[in-house]
């Protein structure tokens, strides 16, 4: 497989493709055409095709995809089934709904623990995760070595935990701060949600209508 | 601005192209090259013109582009200085990180009230946002006549608040359930908000290192 010339837009939508197939298989659906697909994505069958085609296809002309597999297969080429380990950064509002209802252990993630300042929260457990005062954090990531950090605390306090927990080693941040980090170490990735992206593309959309 | 033909791929970039301007305005940069902007924003100088030659341009040529001025056209070709009326659909831990935290007036929208189910929050006011009982709901859109529902409820409860709200004549749904809306009326436009595509993404860039 040709990985490595992959433009992350292609990558991007990997993911829509996972949850779409994800769905039509809970509805029972064993086989797809790119047509079909398109059509339920609202994107074009080439788009699919040319997609799909970069990781060597997966469809037969004339038969469509067989949606286990295909699922399977973009699952291990994002490699969701790694049982990535992960610890959260801050319980807050923001924190707690990633811990009730993400669903860590069933996308294939572990969440190990939380991490927060108030005394109010540092020993207690929220949905059963264990939340541990920041100053425990290096010693924490030294023992259990998670793989990826989710920031959902504080915009102010970002910028230094995230230099903290690159500087203990870990390489994956899941960023919901709404502030651009800065970090020099190129192993380091960082992935923004950005709520209000989608929130302006609403609002695009409502103008459209209205023209 | 021959605007109908715009395909959604590029719409969703625009707010990334307003987001960056507007921290390039508030660092103090007033000009900036396509290959500048391209190089920040991890994508290629040659996708910037393309984009927003779709709007008709905004450069010139060996001069770059006015910061300001972009931003300004980005915001106007978006929509996002409407101030589209928006209403909350429950208050939990993600219904309250986004009054608290999301900031709606400074984005251009005017947030007006939430609405739960919950006796200990109806008639109690949030981040001061007045919590209304969902029963209300019909009364409250018929008077008050909000552009766009923001849907931070349980997912069980969504499809129904959803052509409850769509029934009232709210076009713009802000989904934040993880559940896929179907709704016959193609004046309706749903965002959904997806948290777990950005995780998978950072999963598969975590995954190129390792090989």
């Known amino acids: 497989m040709a990985k490595d010339r992959i433009s992350i ?18 509805s029972g659906v064993v086989r797809m055409s790119s047509r079909q697909l398109a059509q339920r994505m609202g994107i074009t069958a080439s788009q699919i095709r040319q997609d799909l085609n970069c990781f060597g296809g997966f469809g037969q002309q004339g038969y469509g995809y067989n949606v286990e597999y295909l699922k399977n297969e973009i699952a291990s080429i994002l490699g969701v089934n790694r049982l990535y380990k992960i ?7 923001i924190g707690r709904a990633l811990i009730n209802n993400f669903n ?5 993630f572990q969440l190990l623990a939380a991490f927060d300042v108030s005394e109010d929260v540092v020993g207690t457990d929220i949905g059963g995760v264990r939340v541990h005062h920041i100053n425990e954090l290096e010693a924490y990531i030294s023992e259990h070595k998670p793989d990826v950090a989710v920031l959902t605390l504080p915009r102010s306090a970002a910028p230094e935990v ?6 203990s080693g870990i390489h994956g941040l899941w960023n919901f701060t709404n502030i651009d980090l800065h970090l020099s170490d ?16 609403l609002c695009y959309r409502l103008g459209e209508d209205e023209k």
């Open 186 to 201: 190129e192993r380091v990735k960082v992935e923004n949600v950005h709520f209000s992206d989608s929130l302006m593309t």
């Open 9 to 26: 837009a292609v990558i991007r939508r990997l993911p829509r493709y996972y949850r779409h197939l994800e769905e039509l298989l809970q």
């Open 87 to 93: 610890i959260i950064l801050g319980v807050g509002n």
């Open 162 to 167: 995230a230099v903290r927990l690159v500087n």
């Open 104 to 108: 860590f252990e069933k996308r294939g």
